[in-house]
């Protein structure tokens, strides 16, 4: 999670829109409820200009597009989305429109159109103009926020790991709190961050850009904001991609993501093992063990000792403790450039002459806009079970079958205390439209792990193919390096081609 630019809370294309968009907080629950058929806003026109950013493609540009705060009242008040183009550097190649849809909750297009639009043009061979947005809450684009105080915006408070003997009355307390505080100050616009209203906003960016369909790349979260679109328009799909897929069980949906990771994290682990007792580290002081069975022990060993002797970083007032160091490695396996650096945390805490330091993810609160996006949209688009006794006995029991992650994953959240119930269940994903989506997974990922990505398949039937790749990490197309897996992509959005069934792709 990373921190963005911002922009004004509602900034729009007229006086009459900023004028109409402050009174947002006053506007009842913008869930995403029945939209009547009749109810369409006026297709807004983009202007664009140039904005390339230090590291990106030198002609990005620019826009904000307008979409109603609430669905229902289409010339109700208007947010605005900060969104992006990449034009086909080959306009005579060109065959249509391509959107990167990011991850998160929480997670910026724009910027991810910067980080991957030059490596992405340079696979499509000007086939596309290649387009993202920032959703609703997030970047550019009208934010939200709770007025949560610093310490409960740390990643590892947001996210509840349990006290050191698996207690879980301080999450209780802050996950109430934090229920509390959204409910006071995050008004309409919070309440209308959700998936359907993601969904509704891609498609008014379609119309926008004048286009029929679309193609699109969507990446973990991304991936069920794709899918969702996919049920919702049919007709206005292309070429479709997702890149890391979740369980799309629509009872659960970011509750089951959560409680799946322990089980990602899981997988992943002997990964980063046998990388952390290949001989080849010994060189660089970060080789841990001798033999990758000895990891394993080795890290749940140091999490407990910190767990009761936490120790001092240069981080002043944030000692590393066991919960911390859980947290690091559950970050870390997202990628093995950030092995060493996990290493290097290890070898510190174990050395009583070191002081650890922290990665500023682990160090740093999270701004107050950030936090909130990234627990409005799971907690606006499903209602989360009671009662709050049950979460201690879940907690226990996932302690003990996954103590990488020490039962954070099924944790009482602040979503066990939202003030606002779910305007409806998402819609459930189905096989029923046309057979234009190809999925790509890594087997090995710790964010969305492969089990939750089989029901996804399986609930995409005929319309998906589905390419597993033999590899670790949370991302696959243009991530993990693997030629099969970015061929195969990168043919399917060039020419439509797919594999006749599901396939494999060697490590």
């Not at 906003?201 to 969702?228: C, H, M, N």
């Not at 107050?368 to 499903?382: L, P, Q, Y």
């Not at 205390?417 to 305007?423: S, Y």
């Amino acid at each position: 999670m990373t921190s963005y630019a911002r922009r004004g809370l509602f900034r729009a294309l007229s006086a009459t829109a900023v004028a109409a968009a402050l009174t947002a907080t006053a506007v009842p629950a913008a869930h995403a409820g029945a939209v009547p058929a009749a109810a369409a806003a006026p297709v807004p026109s983009l202007a664009w200009r140039d904005c390339a950013r230090p590291g990106g493609p030198a002609d990005q540009e620019c826009a904000e597009l307008p979409v109603p705060l609430d669905y229902r009242r289409p010339d109700g008040p208007q947010l605005t989305l900060a969104v992006s183009r990449l034009r086909s550097d080959r306009p005579a190649a060109r065959r249509g429109t391509l959107i990167v849809i990011p991850g998160g909750p929480g997670s910026s297009g724009v910027q991810r159109l910067t980080q991957k639009g030059a490596a992405l043009r340079g696979q499509l061979d000007g086939a596309y103009d290649i387009v993202s947005l920032d959703p609703r809450g997030v970047g550019g684009s009208t934010r939200a926020g709770c007025g949560l105080d610093a310490a409960d915006r740390h990643l590892v408070t947001l996210r509840s790991w349990p006290a050191a003997d698996g207690g879980i009355a301080a999450n209780t307390a802050r996950s109430r709190r934090t229920a509390e505080a959204c409910a006071r100050n995050g008004g309409a616009v919070l309440r209308s961050l959700t998936t359907a209203n993601e969904v509704r906003d891609i498609d008014r960016f379609r119309q926008a850009l004048g286009e029929e369909k679309l193609s699109a790349w969507g990446v973990s979260y991304g991936t069920y904001v794709s899918a969702q679109y996919a049920q919702k328009y049919p007709q206005h799909t292309d070429r479709w991609v997702l890149d890391s897929s979740g369980d799309p069980d629509p009872s659960r949906v970011g509750r089951g993501w959560l409680a799946n990771a322990a089980v990602g994290v899981e997988d992943r682990m002997p990964d980063f093992a046998a990388w952390a007792a290949d001989p080849a580290r010994a060189d660089a002081g970060l080789r841990l063990a001798q033999r990758p069975a000895e990891v394993r022990p080795l890290f749940l060993a140091l999490a407990a000792k910190l767990d009761r002797e936490p120790k001092e970083t240069t981080t002043p007032g944030a000692p590393l403790t066991g919960t911390l160091l859980r947290q690091a490695l559950q970050t870390a396996l997202y990628g093995e450039d950030a092995f060493p650096q996990l290493a290097r945390l290890i070898e510190a805490a174990q050395d009583p002459a070191a002081t650890p330091v922290l990665t500023p993810d682990l160090a740093q609160a999270m701004t107050d806009e950030d936090a909130a996006v990234s627990i409005g949209v799971i907690c606006n688009d499903v209602r989360w079970p009671g009662p709050i006794s049950s979460y201690g006995p879940a907690v226990a029991a996932d302690r003990a079958a996954h103590p990488l992650t020490a039962g954070m994953p099924v944790n009482v959240t602040p979503c066990a205390f939202w003030k606002d119930a779910p305007a409806g269940q998402p819609a459930r994903i189905t096989d029923r439209g046309p057979s234009d989506i190809l999925m790509i997974q890594n087997r090995r990922d710790p964010a969305t792990p492969y089990s939750g990505a089989l029901k996804m398949r399986a609930a995409l039937g005929g319309r998906a193919r589905l390419v597993t790749v033999d590899s670790g990490g949370h991302g696959s197309y243009l991530g993990t390096g693997n030629d099969c897996g970015d061929r195969t992509v990168t043919r399917f959005f060039t020419t439509g081609q797919r594999p006749e069934h599901d396939t494999e792709c060697a490590g």
